[in-house]
């Protein structure tokens, strides 16, 4: 990889990850576009360092009164006696399914799962599912329920959307996209699903990040030009990140996620008819297998 492929795929990254439009599906399918090798799934995890640091950036004052009230429960011996520290123990239960899915699932995720199909199919499946939550929204607006604040946030809307979280594994996806969706469905309403969403992708994202870079360190520290690539690579999607969480934040106040219900299903249909007419691959470009991989076939053979 190239630095310029790099900076190009932490624009992506940054711009994705928080719109409803799925950042993995969007690694997957740029480079497939361009003709560039598949990133594979540890490059798109780890740049995501560059997200959570967007993030934190973003949201400093409510992860420092959250954290400071589950460490003040913790020093009396209590468990959320504050709101804040509720919050706080709602974010590690809502985290909880997509760190057991994520290990049960670590092969599929890395390997059959970026397929182009499988994207497609996603981008689909959610798009659709958003567009029966948007419409259930205007019913109960119609009829004078408007959607909950994040203070009015229970234990089961934090279940809900991490269960949704979990969903997101699968490329094409959009892990906000799917919190986003478990919010409404709840009954929050759209800026408020959307800001727990991207204070519930703090620990999912750091713990993504940090155990694909333990495991594929070999493979993205294997030289000084590629460590460049991946800092500037944090770098530029931390920027573009933040950028990203301001205005979806401001655009969902006054606006529906249909937008981007339209871009997810034209985005599949052109990935389709390029399959389809075969001026895309969905084989040629996956990850090429490790040292591990061709070890295991080869004893096989012998």
């Not at 468990?79 to 049960?104: E, K, R, Y």
């Not at 329920?145 to 996806?173: F, H, K, M, S, Y």
């Not at 495991?215 to 950028?243: D, F, H, K, T």
């Not at 937008?259 to 990850?287: E, H, K, M, N, T």
Request: charged share 15%; aromatic share 8%; net charge neutral.
């Amino acid at each position: 990889m190239t630095l310029l492929e790099a900076i190009l795929l932490a624009v992506v990254q940054g711009l994705t990850e928080f719109l409803p439009i799925s950042s993995t599906a969007h690694l997957r399918i740029v480079p497939a576009l361009l003709g560039w090798n598949d990133p594979g799934a540890a490059f798109s995890a780890v740049i995501q360092i560059g997200t959570l640091a967007a993030v934190l950036t973003y949201f400093w004052r409510d992860v420092g009164r959250i954290a400071a009230a589950m460490f003040a429960d913790m020093r009396r011996g209590k468990l959320a006696t504050m709101h804040d520290a509720q919050l706080g123990w709602m974010i590690v239960v809502g985290t909880l399914p997509i760190i057991i899915c994520g290990l049960a699932f670590q092969r599929e995720i890395e390997t059959t799962w970026r397929s182009l199909y499988v994207v497609c199919g996603a981008l689909i499946v959610v798009a659709l599912l958003l567009a029966v939550a948007e419409w259930a929204v205007g019913r109960r607006r119609a009829a004078g329920i408007e959607g909950r604040e994040v203070d009015r946030l229970n234990w089961q809307d934090a279940l809900v959307v991490g269960l949704a979280q979990a969903a997101a594994l699968v490329p094409g996806t959009s892990r906000s996209g799917v919190t986003i969706l478990g919010g409404l469905a709840s009954g929050l309403n759209r800026e408020a699903a959307a800001r727990f969403s991207f204070l519930l992708s703090i620990p999912s994202i750091f713990a993504a990040g940090v155990f694909q870079l333990f495991a594929a360190r070999a493979e993205l520290l294997s030289s000084q030009s590629q460590v460049v690539n991946l800092v500037a690579a944090v770098v530029v999607s931390a920027a573009v990140g933040y950028a990203a969480i301001h205005w979806l934040l401001g655009y969902l106040r006054t606006h529906s996620t249909f937008v981007f219900i339209a871009y997810r299903l034209l985005l599949a249909g052109v990935i389709l008819a390029l399959l389809a007419g075969g001026q895309l691959s969905d084989q040629d470009r996956l990850p090429p297998p490790t040292a591990v991989e061709l070890r295991g076939v080869h004893e096989a053979g012998n």
